[in-house]
Each structure stands twice: as C-alpha cells, then as structure tokens.
C-alpha cells in the first residue's frame, strides 16, 4: 500500500479512486482533523499555534504571503510522507484550502522536484473521458505496487 | 481515533442519503449520523468507520464515493447553523465534484462489467531475435 498525494488536495473523486484501489490517499482534511480535534486545543478555534508558521517556513520563505506559509503548513507534510502522486491539470474550480494559485503553483512544484511516480490528468467532460480517467488511476496504482 | 467521513452518493444512484442513514441505525455501529442533501456524515472510530464504508460502498459500489472530513458533524467552527447561514466552507468543492460523479460512476460500473485492465503478460523472447541479438555483438 502506497501513500499517494493528491491533487486537488481536498479531491472527493481522487481520494475516493485511490481508497477504493487499495491504497492511501493523503487529503488536506486529515491533517485539519488533527489540529482540530486534538484535545489539547492550544490556539482556539482552529488550534492554528505559532508552531504552524515554522512548519509553514519549512516550504516558503518568510516574504511569501501568510496564506501561503499558512496552507504549507498543512499541504508541505503531506508532500514529504507522499510515495506517489496524482494530480489533476486546471480543475478551473478550486476553493477553500486549495483555492490559492500560488499555493498551488508551489505544491506542484514540490511534487514533481521530489522524484516520485507522478499521473498527470484532466477532469473528464464525457463517458469516454472517465473511463479513460478510471483506467489510467487504476493502471498507475497497479504499477506502485 | 475518532474520524470523519462524508458518504456521497452519485446523483443517477438508486440509493438516497435516508436509506444510508437507516442502514447505518440498523447497523448497531456505535457512530454518529447526520443526514445532509447531498450524502451521509459519519463520525466514530476509525476501524468502526472503516469496517461500515464497506458495508455502505455494498450498496451500490460504482455509485457511493467517500471523502475525509476535518471536523466533526455540527461542530460550531463549520456548522453554518452557528455561523449565520451560507454554505459551508468546503462545499463548493464537493458541489463542483458531484457534478462529475455520474460519469465517475457509469465508468467505475462499466469496468466493473468489463474488468479491470489486464495486464500484457511477459513473453520469452523468440529465438530469432536472440540469435540477431548475438550476430549484432
């Protein structure tokens, strides 16, 4: 079973394809699970503490926008644990956590500089597209084991 | 670990959020259910959660998707009951992927009909090509 990032990090579809074929999809609502839920709940009311910031600076210099360091600091872990990586060219309709471009831009960056198997693909707009879409997904899963 | 889930159902599925919930009711799972428009959230441990999305995605398996879920259902950080009405964050994404959802679902069912992709098996390499490979060197 392989880790797999993600791309839309927040992707119903893709998190669901790679869960069903056998392996682990790392998804942004994990990590907010942890920080959310955690009992010790430092920084109400999403336990965000000054140690994000640091993880943040980890991926993005101190001048980049706050946003960004920010959203790193849940997507950069993620990008390390990654052991494979599925991501999904101009879905055209990000929003929330994965709603900032320039996050983005860095996030694919940093996936495809890591040097680990990586799908690229479009979101399908026909049946044919998504069976195509399925194939391939099931294919390069198949091949990470 | 207590977990959270989004269960979402193909809008051309048969099967509707209410029957999830009642299958989960009937289940004796110790989890807590809420019902929304477009799916089913569940909330409990996690090998409880794992072990009842099997039994869900039976249902229909081409049909039901499953997506993570950072806070609990009803937790007054998201819940838009406390925060003044309007969508919660994070809904337009499930609402832009849903619209997909069909198309996902009738090509998950139709290779399910057809098969997985098999594989070309390895062949032996044929005796005429070996011997050009040894005439080459």
Redesign the interface.
């Known amino acids: 079973m392989a880790k797999v990032i993600v791309y839309?990090p927040?992707?119903?579809?893709l998190?669901?394809?790679v869960?069903r074929m056998g392996h682990k999809a790392l998804?942004?609502?994990?990590?907010?699970?942890k920080?959310?839920?955690d009992n010790n709940i430092a920084s109400p009311?999403?336990n965000v503490t000054s140690e994000e910031p640091k993880k943040g600076l980890r991926y993005a210099a101190v001048d980049v926008p706050s946003g960004i360091r920010g959203r790193m600091a849940l997507i950069g872990p993620i990008i390390d644990e990654a052991e494979a990586a599925i991501l999904v060219q101009d879905?055209g309709?990000?929003?929330?956590c994965?709603g900032c471009n320039r996050t983005n831009e860095l996030v694919r960056l940093l996936i495809r500089t890591k040097g680990i198997p990586i799908l690229d693909l479009s979101?399908?707009n026909?049946?044919a597209?998504?069976?195509d879409?399925?194939?391939k997904i099931?294919?390069f899963l198949?091949d990470l084991k | 670990m207590l977990v959270t889930k989004y269960i979402i159902m193909s809008s051309e599925s048969n099967i509707l959020p209410s029957d999830i919930a009642m299958k989960i009711y009937g289940s004796g799972y110790d989890v807590l259910v809420k019902e929304t428009c477009f799916g089913v959230i569940i909330n409990g441990e996690k090998e409880v959660v794992e072990a009842l999305i099997k039994e869900i995605r039976s249902l229909d398996p081409s049909g039901i998707f499953i997506k993570d879920r950072g806070f609990p259902p009803g937790d007054p950080r998201r819940c838009r009951g406390r925060r003044g009405g309007g969508a919660r964050p994070g809904f337009y994404m499930i609402e832009s992927e849903s619209k997909l959802l069909p198309m996902i679902s009738r090509a998950l069912a139709s290779e399910g009909e057809s098969g997985p992709i098999v594989k070309e098996k390895a062949r032996p390499l044929p005796l005429k090509r070996l011997e050009e490979i040894v005439n080459e060197g």
């Open positions: 839309p927040t992707s119903m579809i998190s669901d394809l869960d998804v942004v609502p994990e990590v907010v699970r920080l959310a839920t009311p999403l879905p309709w990000l929003t929330g994965a979101y399908p026909n049946d597209e998504a069976r879409f399925v194939q099931r294919k198949e």
